[in-house]
């Protein structure tokens, strides 16, 4: 099957830094990728839609200056949360969409915490 | 605007017994529903989708457009589907790509 990953799988950082987190699609090429966040006990809600070689688009009440989406090539999205702040901390989860298959294929997730 | 109702945070069931997570939807189009599954400690992956019209592990679910339901059903639980399952809806909007809206999520835990 196909095998999404995301690096780094944990993060502690201070407060007011930047972190970026990558996604891949390891055998696969995706024009869309999208990203989560995942509360503890919640379910995911979708952040933004990233678009390969365009802009990303956020949904609603997400900060697209606080999240930063670049999706520089067909295997690799990533998410740059700037200048973080403790309430940023949290699971962050991509996926990649297979046009071949129309499914979403999930990375593992990565760990966010701010101290 | 779409959004998918599972209404159980917590179902509890022995082994051998019927389990039927229960999924309610809300779109004003043609949706596509899945069924995602997450065991302990690892990633998201998908169970089915309503399309494809399989079983899979022993579970079906079934599009009820009348009562906009997708529940998810298995006749006999095994102690591993324990785990934590999410409904979600797939619609589309201009671009042609998949925006997917997930349901809160419903833990299965089965009793051996």
């Known amino acids: 099957g196909a095998v999404v990953s995301q690096h780094p799988s944990r993060v502690i950082c201070k407060s007011g830094t930047s972190v970026k987190i990558e996604c891949r699609s390891l055998?696969?090429?995706?024009?869309?990728m999208f990203w989560y966040r995942q509360f503890p006990k919640q379910s995911l809600m979708l952040m933004a839609t990233?678009?390969?070689?365009?802009?990303?688009?956020?949904e609603q009440g997400v900060e697209k200056d606080k999240f930063l989406i670049n999706h520089a090539s067909l295997t690799l999205s990533t998410l740059t949360v700037t200048s973080a702040h403790p309430e940023d901390s949290s699971f962050y989860i991509c996926?990649?969409?297979?046009?071949?298959?129309?499914?979403?294929?999930f990375g593992p997730g990565t760990r966010l915490t701010v101290t | 605007a779409q959004r998918v109702t599972q209404p159980e945070k917590l179902l509890s069931v022995f082994k051998g017994a019927p389990v039927e997570l229960k999924c309610n939807y809300s779109y004003s189009g043609s949706p596509e529903l899945f069924w995602y599954v997450q065991y302990s400690r690892q990633r998201l992956q998908l169970l089915l989708r309503h399309i494809s019209r399989e079983s899979i592990k022993g579970f079906t679910a079934d599009l009820n457009k009348g009562e906009t339901s997708f529940h998810l059903k298995k006749p006999f639980a095994q102690e591993e589907d324990s785990a934590m399952y999410y409904c979600a809806l797939s619609g589309f909007r201009s671009g042609g790509y998949q925006k997917v809206t997930f349901g809160t999520g419903t833990k299965l835990q089965v009793i051996p």
């Open positions: 990233s678009n390969e070689g365009s802009k990303a688009t956020y």
């Open positions: 055998d696969f090429q995706a024009t869309t």
């Open positions: 996926s990649a969409y297979r046009d071949t298959t129309y499914e979403q294929y």
